[in-house]
């Protein structure tokens, strides 16, 4: 009973923008329609928040963006911001069944070069895919029922203010600090935490005055990646974890209050936290593969090499792919992290480059531009 979308947008102006996905999430997808929306307000196109954060994910985020009910109009365009795989009960949930002809935009990010097994049944009920990423677009297009796919990335905008807090995070003054991000719902593996972990010991041993904070979420909730992890990190004396969501605007704050960010990710869709990292002027020192090399190269960020390895994810998150990931070189990247930490000039440089090309390629007004043009052009003229 779920509608069969349609290949053109409605030309009457009056009909509903929606955008539908995680906003109550502190997760990427969640964090991927907050982007969204405010990138479409911006550009004037007045989209409708529907949140589906309580029948698809935690809701552990309280956002400050106004969300309603899905609108009962016949006709409109929607962009549903979630996996493929949710695309048919999300759209069940939104009550689109087949008296009701919306256009139907299913926004994706996927971290692996092969095309998501089982993504594909939600081919039929999508009028075209918007991708995060080169990446992530270059998957989905190898699929060759694929409808047609945009590559249209995160928006992103630092809050107007933020604080420096190192205390509230229990981070001294005087130290120079890394963070580095995983979340054990995303799998451990993928973000690869561990490579980052081996490389900040090889660089700084048990130096206090340098310190790595890895930044996580659910990791309790998976007991073998909780053990993993501490059993990684040892008795160091200048490694920190913290298992916890925070607010949007905690979240901002601790990336304002570290001094570099590290991501030896093995894959990203987009490599979000990267990118606000780098909108909010901090060095960022990451892997030369996947979605974040739309906006990483050795101008803006202190890339470190890799090579290819077969996808085996111990948690699995990713199972029975025959696809490969990135194996980070840890030598090179405990060779950058020291020249981050030590070489004033090259960290400033870096993050003052990184700074003007997310501003110039991923503002709010630059992406919601984009998705405004794409909107329009889907509109079909009428005949005289």
């Given at each position: 009973m ?5 290949h053109i947008?409605?030309?009457?102006s009056?009909?509903?923008i929606?955008i539908?996905g995680l ?6 997808i969640g964090?991927a329609?907050?982007s969204?929306?405010r990138?479409?307000s911006?550009a004037?196109?007045?989209?409708i ?6 029948p698809f994910?935690?809701?552990d985020?309280?956002t400050d963006?106004?969300c309603l009910?899905m609108?009962g ?7 549903l ?5 949710e ?13 009701r002809s919306w ?12 095309f998501?097994p089982e993504w594909?049944?939600a081919?039929r009920?999508?009028s075209?895919?918007?991708a995060i ?16 796919v945009e590559?249209?990335g995160?928006a992103i905008?630092p ?11 229990h981070?001294k003054?005087?130290?120079?600090v890394?963070l580095?991000f995983a979340d054990s719902?995303s799998?451990l593996?993928?973000k690869?935490?561990?490579?980052t972990?081996?490389?900040f010991?090889s660089?700084f041993e048990?130096?206090?005055n340098?310190?790595?904070l890895v930044k ?5 909730q998976?007991s073998?990646a909780y053990a993993?992890l501490n059993r990684?990190i040892?008795?160091a004396?200048?490694?920190m974890l913290?298992?916890?969501s925070?607010?949007d605007?905690?979240r ?5 209050s570290?001094d570099?960010?590290?991501?030896l990710?093995r894959?990203?869709?987009f490599?979000?936290t990267?990118a ?5 002027g ?6 030369d593969w996947?979605?974040?090399m739309?906006f990483t190269?050795?101008d803006?960020?202190?890339v470190v090499?890799?090579r290819l390895?077969p996808?085996?994810d111990p ?6 792919l025959?696809?490969q990931?990135a194996?980070?070189d840890?030598?090179e ?5 020291w020249?981050v930490a ?32 794409r909107l329009?052009s889907?509109i079909?003229p009428?005949?005289?």
């Open positions: 779920i509608a069969r979308p349609p947008r409605s030309s009457q009056d009909t509903p929606v539908a906003f109550s999430s502190a997760n990427g964090e329609a907050r969204t929306y990138a479409m911006q004037g196109l007045n989209p928040a529907v949140d589906l954060s309580a994910a935690p809701v985020l309280q963006i106004p009910p609108p109009n016949a006709e409109g365009t929607l962009i911001q979630l996996n493929g795989p695309t048919m009960s999300a759209l069940q949930h939104l009550g689109l069944d087949r008296k256009y139907t935009i299913g926004y994706w990010a996927w971290e692996l070069p092969c998501p594909d049944e081919f009920y999508l075209e895919i918007w990423s080169t990446f992530t677009g270059k998957a989905v297009r190898s699929h060759p029922k694929a409808p047609q590559v249209i995160h905008e809050p107007s203010r933020m604080i420096r807090t190192r205390s509230k995070f981070l003054e005087s130290d120079f890394f580095t719902m799998s593996e993928r690869n935490p561990f490579s972990i081996r490389a010991r660089a048990t130096d206090t340098h310190q790595l996580t979420r659910n990791l309790k998976n073998q993993d990684e040892g008795d004396p200048n490694i913290m298992d916890c925070l607010s605007q905690d901002w704050n601790l990336l304002y570290v570099a960010i590290v991501s990710h894959s990203e869709g490599g979000l990267l606000e990292a780098m909108a909010v901090k060095p960022v020192i990451c892997t996947s979605g974040n739309d190269d050795s803006v960020a202190a090499q890799s390895v996808c085996i948690y699995g998150i990713y199972q029975n025959d696809t990931w194996q980070a840890e030598h990247a405990s060779r950058l992290m020249r030590h070489d004033q000039n090259y960290r400033t440089s870096l993050a003052t480059a990184a700074r003007i090309k997310i501003n110039r390629v991923g503002s709010p007004n630059a992406i919601g531009c984009a998705m405004a043009a329009h889907l079909k009428i005949e005289k």
